[in-house]
């Protein structure tokens, strides 16, 4: 969980200490340590507007009522036509996109600039990923001459790097300096971007480092941001979360053009309001009480919305910064946070009860989850939906699956094996801390006797500079251990070898009625060609064969 650094002088500004710890947690955030001038919060990750104190603050200011309704966040265009970002070609085939704005009329303190910077690395870290889809340029606007140029270069280009005192070549930077060893990586071959303005001066070298020259300080009221990265949405979705949290300490946000060789492509912030209607039985269904209309209304405009009736809907105003709307039951969990959940009392006029094996399937997955946590492995959902492409680099040409008609996305197919999935997570955490150790317990639908059949798999994954055969085998001989049934399950030869199981270093779990379950080393060739950069073992098993031996182990 991502957490965040609020000095009480900020909080009593708004709220009473006693108050914000005791409501502060119906909004998602946690007090994970008090210090004699500040508390850091855990919060929730898909809240990132978090990450910066103006954004926990404001929504308890609408929960208590202090301040409700929507905030508006505007963005100008800019009054000369000197301001843009002109994009070379080759840059674009390194790092394809890129967005920046300024903001101005700001009165940074010390303690701003440090919430400014740790909100920036929360955004490398969660949406960028680790930098890899995004990454963030912070720069005193007033050391720049317009108009800017986002460039390709060689290695042995040259500036001064933040936090150093001399001119280093891009190569120096990637082998001798800090930033330069943790993210020199995500740049493939010896070509990198590089930020110019118009007298030649170096901005920046993204995703990796800023130049020292526009470094940000107290005596800095005017900034210019910049966004690179290779996921347009994610980079947008920064610009916005960026901009509203410098207009919530005053600053006045102009838009940047991005201009690509074929026009204008970008003007960030976009700053978008949406809209989605949710309808009040909806809204009863989920939340299990009949509130008044009016209520519901209160409670959304206490979240900062605006909300409206229209003919058995409400129709919300979504701000920018609350990217994590996705679905009209984000908007009903709004409704029942915003009535205050401390004012809900239990009920227990009506009890249902769930018997049978659906009932013991649960426990039972709920089970392996436990035992799996407990052993240092880290639980991961992936979607059902896998692109075709994928899945048959991973198994093979010759898996049967269930294609979607027409599909909006490359994500077409239902997956048959938790283990793409799997990989793919991986490839996407290449960057983390190693050892990684995952575990997914989920459905996959497979081709059998011709018709799709449904079942419950439980997949793990490890992945380490050394990771072999034996450590996959120890976690599950652990995990049959404590469920009691290792006794009933030996290795032997898969029935059928994918294309990621490595000969030699592959096996079967077989049990009396026979396969429940593989274990393999991945193949190196299909480390290669899903971009994953350590080893990694693999195991899949059937979750409704390991229930039945569980059942049968006295």
């Known amino acids: 969980m ?35 001038d500040y508390i850091r919060l855990e919060y929730t990750p898909n809240r990132p507007d978090y990450g910066f104190y103006t954004g926990i603050l404001k929504s308890l200011e609408g929960l208590l009522e202090k301040k409700t309704g929507l905030i508006k966040y505007t963005a100008s265009e800019p009054s000369d036509n000197q301001y843009g970002i002109h994009v070379e070609q080759e840059a674009i085939n390194i790092r394809p996109v890129i967005m920046g704005f300024l903001v101005e009329d700001l009165s940074l303190t010390d303690r701003i600039i440090e919430y400014l910077i740790n909100f920036q690395e929360d955004l490398h870290n969660g949406l960028g990923r680790n930098r890899r889809k995004a990454s963030i340029g912070i720069h005193d606007a007033d050391k720049i001459r317009f108009p800017i140029y986002y460039r390709a270069v060689d290695s042995e280009y040259s500036f001064i790097p933040l936090d150093e005192d001399r001119e280093m070549s891009i190569k120096e930077i990637i082998t001798k300096t800090e930033k330069g060893q943790k993210y020199g990586g995500l740049v493939v071959g010896q070509t990198y971007t590089v930020l110019e303005d118009s007298t030649g001066n170096t901005l920046s070298l993204p995703p990796i480092i800023n130049s020292r020259l526009t470094q940000v300080t107290e ?21 916005n979360l960026l901009a509203s949290a410098l207009q919530d300490i005053g600053g006045r946000v102009t838009r940047i053009p991005s201009i690509y060789p074929e026009g204008v492509r970008y003007k960030a912030p976009t700053l978008t309001y949406t809209e989605i209607n949710v309808s009040i039985e909806y809204i009863h269904y989920i939340i299990g009480l009949e509130i008044g209309q009016g209520e519901i209304i209160r409670s959304l405009e206490r979240m900062r919305y605006r909300a409206e009736s229209r003919d058995g809907s409400i129709r919300v105003t979504i701000p920018p910064y609350r990217i994590d709307i996705l679905h009209p039951i984000d908007i009903v969990e709004d409704v029942a946070i915003g009535m205050g959940l401390w004012r809900l009392a239990p009920s227990m006029d009506k009890m249902y009860f769930s018997m049978g094996s659906l009932m013991e399937e649960t426990i039972f997955k709920e089970k392996l989850a436990e035992i799996l946590v407990g052993m240092g492995l880290l639980e991961v959902v992936n979607l059902t939906l896998i692109s075709d492409e994928t899945q048959r680099t991973v198994l093979g040409e010759d898996v049967e699956s269930v294609r979607v008609e027409k599909s909006k996305t490359p994500r077409d197919t239902l997956r048959t094996s938790l283990i793409p999935g799997l990989l793919e997570t991986l490839r996407l955490n290449n960057t983390s801390e190693h050892p990684i150790k995952m575990f997914e317990i989920g459905t996959v639908v497979r081709i059998e006797n011709g018709a799709p059949v449904e079942r419950d798999m439980l997949g793990i994954i490890l992945s380490d500079y050394s990771v072999n055969y034996g450590d996959g085998k120890a976690v599950i001989d652990t995990l049959l251990d404590l469920l009691g049934i290792r006794g009933k399950v030996r290795y032997g030869e898969p029935k059928r070898y994918c294309r990621y199981m490595l000969r030699g270093r592959a096996g079967a779990l077989i049990a009396k009625d026979g396969e429940v379950g593989i274990i393999s080393e991945i193949h190196p060739e299909i480390l290669t060609k899903m971009g994953i950069e350590f080893p990694a073992v693999v195991a899949e098993l059937d979750i409704h064969s390991l229930i039945k031996l569980y059942q049968d182990r006295q």
């Open 2 to 36: 991502p957490t965040t650094k609020i000095y009480l002088e900020d909080i009593e500004e708004i709220i009473p200490i006693n108050e914000f710890l005791e409501k502060a947690p119906y909004i998602g955030v946690e007090v994970e340590e008090t210090g004699e």
């Open 219 to 239: 005596n800095t009221n005017r900034l210019f941001i910049d966004i690179t990265g290779t996921d347009e949405g994610v980079v947008t979705d920064i610009a």
